[in-house]
């Protein structure tokens, strides 16, 4: 049928391919588990019979996971008895099964030993292309790119169709990961066209519909998806057709057609469980629990949402996560439950901002890369050609003196060349290290560099037990003046009040921005009572700047929470948490005044608040 849905275009390939791998796996998979799990002592028939095992492990990690988990335990029980490159093809195969179970802690010294220790350059690449990935997915990014460039750089010396195959693969997904869109396509056509092993057209169509999907450049009726799924299943690469389904699904959710999502979702939701891949998990499970929530089904959206967090990998913020967050604050504010809601609004938007935080950081870590790699060359390329002007200044001595000062000149113009280089490429890095601590809209701190600058001041008046308060200020209503003048207006707001406070503080006192409209200030050698006076400065201040936009006048006000280090001690998080909770006591009292930590149970409470929370929660 010409319009028949993609949710229903591979039952056929799955039985065929599932009667296949039954046909000529089946045996083999018996035998191997006899050999590991039944009689151990049979692993020790020879090194044949190690390497086979491996080579089978290798072939499934990916496929049947619990298989290659009971592959691994009986081989490790038998590790002495493996020769030394067997015992390094099990660590690689341990450090990936870490990466695959979101421990990657773990796998990154395992496989980085295997970089800088393997005899085998093979089994080096495919360490390094893993341990490239594995950094990738652990907000290591700075790393995860230089190690590309080595990868990159040996790539065409590699004979080795699958390692080829993994190295191409990952420079594929780093360069989709940052928005190098181009650049992704490019390299994941490659993977299509060498397809090693077969795999390369599963692989392959994986990344690069991936980034048709994100670039709006294809349908959910596009034939190259349901052949691609095939593909991968005719593989079995389960894992890789269910990351295709992924965008499938992403796709006909962006064309409205709800229940064709929600049929491939339910459809192939145990076989994404079996796959045992957390991040996959949640991402799926975040899908249905939108997919749920677009249709009103309350329940399922919210019991999806609550599996999706709970099968994230632990301090990795995605967009899955963030939606799944989102799901439970609205679903929970539509049955009242306001507590609840209120407590899912603070994760999700803690979670938006480090998810922002983290696509940020990626991006400046490619561009600083990016850049370090192209000064390096550069320097390589103008010391080749001082080398080559220094060997052709020696052959000319013998010429006449007129000759030696022409080519005197040219050496100096390459000097000069050099320097203004070297100038440039410092500018370059001063420029980066500025973006990285200063926040582009007000010009003051952000929030790493404050709470840096923080920890530094705290401690020097800890060693010198003098006095310090910290102050947090956030703009009354603020929300209202950008639903009602406009973010342009907004923006010009921020600034006014950052002017207008810089004028009542010391050169000494710590500034910053720490969120949306929140400030947060440090003032060294002040009590509490010398505190609520400056604060009480600077909310007059506010009050005073009435700021016009385009002819419109935002009025504007502000509301201070106050504490000192004779209160709640030298801890940044303690004095973070009690100047919220004085900083709440001031909006609801009436927002556009300053009060100082009372301390009492509910204080106490909030003092338990992490400092990340107050600095990422919004207010109104």
């Known amino acids: 049928m010409p319009n028949a849905s993609p949710a229903r275009a591979e039952n056929k390939a799955i039985d065929i391919d599932s009667v296949r791998r039954w046909a000529l796996g089946g045996v083999a998979r018996l035998c191997l588990w006899a050999a590991c799990l039944v009689n151990a002592p049979a692993l020790a028939a020879g090194p044949d019979d190690f390497a086979d095992l491996l080579r089978r492990a290798d072939a499934i990690k990916s496929v ?137 057209v599963c692989r392959g169509q994986q990344i690069r519909l991936d980034a048709l999907c994100k670039t709006k450049r294809i349908k959910a009726d596009h034939p190259d998806l349901q052949n691609s799924i095939n593909a991968c299943l005719q593989q079995g690469e389960s894992l890789a057709a269910n990351a295709i389904r992924t965008t499938l699904v992403r796709l006909l959710l962006r064309e409205r057609r709800l229940d064709d999502a929600i049929v491939v979702l339910e459809r192939h939701y145990p076989e994404v469980e079996r ?66 809601a209120l407590a899912y609004l603070k994760k999700s938007a803690a979670a938006d901002k480090a998810y922002l935080d983290d696509v940020t950081a990626r991006q400046l870590a490619y561009e600083r890369v990016k850049s370090n790699t192209l000064s390096t060359k550069s320097q390589l390329d103008a010391l080749n050609q001082e080398n080559k002007l220094l060997q052709l200044q020696r052959k000319l001595d013998s010429k006449a003196a007129e000759t030696s000062r022409l080519y005197i000149a040219l050496l100096m113009l390459v000097l000069v060349f050099i320097a203004l280089w070297a100038y440039r490429t410092k500018r370059s890095q001063l420029y980066f290290m500025k973006l990285s601590q200063v926040d582009s809209l007000t010009g003051i701190a952000n929030r790493p560099r404050f ?33 009602r003048y406009g973010h342009a207006a907004g923006d010009h707001v921020l600034r006014q009040a950052v002017i207008a406070c810089q004028a009542h503080l010391r050169i000494s006192d710590i500034f910053g921005r720490v969120g949306g409209e929140e400030f947060g200030i440090v003032l060294p050698g002040c009590g509490l009572t010398d505190a609520m006076e400056r604060a009480e400065q600077l909310r007059q201040a506010l009050s005073a700047i009435q700021p016009e936009y ?49 301390g009492g149970a509910a204080s106490r409470e909030n003092s338990e608040i992490d400092v990340d929370d107050v600095l990422s929660a919004g207010r109104a």
């Open 451 to 483: 709470l840096e600058l923080a920890e530094a001041v705290l401690e020097t008046a800890r060693k010198s037990q003098q006095q310090a308060s910290v102050v947090l200020c956030d703009l009354d209503h603020f929300k209202s003046i950008n639903d």
């Open 550 to 598: 385009q002819g419109e006048r935002c009025p504007v006000s502000g509301s201070f929470g106050v504490t000192s280090t004779e209160i709640s001690g030298y801890e940044l998080r303690q004095l973070m948490a009690h100047a919220d909770a004085a900083l709440y006591r001031a909006k609801a009292a009436g927002r556009d005044r300053v009060l100082p930590f009372a």
């Open 64 to 200: 049947n996971p619990g298989e290659f988990v009971r592959l691994l335990d009986g081989l490790h029980e038998q590790q002495e008895q493996l020769s030394l490159h067997q015992r390094e093809h099990l660590q690689y195969l341990q450090g990936w099964r870490h990466a695959y179970a979101g421990n990657y802690g773990a796998a990154i010294p395992l496989l980085e030993s295997i970089v800088d220790n393997s005899s085998n350059p093979t089994l080096q690449f495919r360490a390094g292309s893993t341990a490239t990935n594995v950094r990738a997915l652990s907000a290591q990014y700075e790393a995860a790119f230089l190690q590309l460039n080595k990868l990159l750089s040996r790539l065409p010396e590699v004979t080795d169709n699958d390692a080829r195959l993994q190295g191409l693969s990952v420079a594929a997904d780093l360069y989709v990961l940052v928005g190098e869109y181009d650049l992704g396509l490019q390299y994941a056509e490659q993977v299509i066209k060498e397809n090693a092993s077969g795999r390369g």
């Open 275 to 340: 796959s045992r891949y957390p991040r996959g998990i949640s991402e799926w499970e975040s899908l249905m629990a939108t997919a749920y929530q677009r249709r009103g089904s309350t329940a399922s959206a919210q019991q999806m949402a609550l599996r999706s967090v709970e099968h994230s990998v632990k301090d990795q913020f995605t967009q899955p996560l963030v939606a799944a967050y989102r799901v439970l604050y609205e679903e929970s504010e539509k049955q009242g439950a306001i507590g609840d």
